[in-house]
């Protein structure tokens, strides 16, 4: 097993902002404006029963944190939210994997999903579409395992799989191959809030996953030819070494 550290403010990451990479929230919309996100393109929400719509607005926070998680380390990225939650953080392999082609459709390089499910039963449904957005050249980031539970789409092949590390800056994040496996292991805080306490404040994988996505926004803006997660991997271990 190996393990190294990248930090936002050394070599690779250090003096970018990730522009000219369009990243892609899947989560429960993003609220237009906030102070800590500024200016996305234009939302898509997508109904369970069919079709989509342009109300993209975040009724529960969730997707608003993700996304400053994500413009925290990545400032200049743009950023398309597509919601896919409503009232709570729950929706089908259906609605999720027509946002998954959504986005690929879009031309996101990167899809940031802060999400998943355990029941193996989605597996195919997930798979189709994850396969499809690699294909177009998108880099998919979503929670690979917690707790030793592995959950889709994350541990799926040709993610980025993220897990937790409480111990790790949230500038930054750890690259840990154990077993053949390399996923990247990142703080779960989000942007903080002031006057709130960070353990008071909403923190787990899913700011993990965000915090990886804004650092490989700003690694991107430096590699724009790197469309696939192994390519990704690949480059910052020969950087790690």
Known sequence: MWSKTFAIDDPPFAGRTGRGVRVAVIDSGVARGHPHVGQTEPGIRIHEEAGEDEEAEDRIGHGTAVAAAIREKAPEAG?????????????????????????????????????????????????EAVGEAIHTGCIVVSPGAQDGIEWLPGCLDGVIRVALDWTCPRNAFRMREDEGRIAIHASGYPRPIPLVLPHRNIHGISFAT????????????????????????????????
């Open 79 to 127: 950023i398309l939210p597509i919601r896919v939650f409503d009232l709570h953080l729950s929706t089908t392999a259906e609605v999720l994997a027509r946002a998954i082609r959504l986005a690929a459709g879009r031309g996101c390089q990167l899809i940031n999903l802060s999400l998943g499910t355990t029941n193996p039963a989605r597996r195919p449904m997930l798979e």
């Open 210 to 241: 965000a915090n990886t996505t804004g650092m490989l926004a700003r690694w991107l803006e430096g590699h724009p030819d790197v469309r696939r997660a192994e390519d990704v991997l690949r480059s910052l271990e020969t950087e790690a070494e």
